[in-house]
């Protein structure tokens, strides 16, 4: 992918993980998520049925984590992911 990006995967609810790489103080904790939410106060999660032609529901907020598996440590995240 690049120098920092080993992958970059989706799930069918939109999830988007992004596993990092070449960045020694990562270890093997090394993936972040990009979650979307159907609603602005990113309270509803995005499910794989909003994505459906016949009742697609704009992405109106993202939150992102350390993802739930091999998760790059909060002190590594984004402020705004933390």
Do not use: H, N
Not at 30 to 37: R, V
Not at 41 to 50: K, M
Request: with cysteine; net charge neutral; glycine share 6%.
């Amino acid at each position: 992918m690049s120098q920092y990006v080993q992958a970059i995967t989706t799930s069918t609810a939109g999830v988007i993980t992004i596993e990092a790489r070449g960045i020694a103080q990562l270890g093997d904790d090394d993936k972040i998520t990009l979650t979307p939410y159907s609603d602005a106060a990113a309270t509803t999660a995005s499910v794989a049925a909003d994505f459906a032609a016949a009742s697609v529901k704009p992405v109106r907020a993202w939150k992102c984590a350390a993802a739930g598996t091999e998760g790059i440590a909060a002190k590594f995240l984004p402020a705004s992911c933390r």
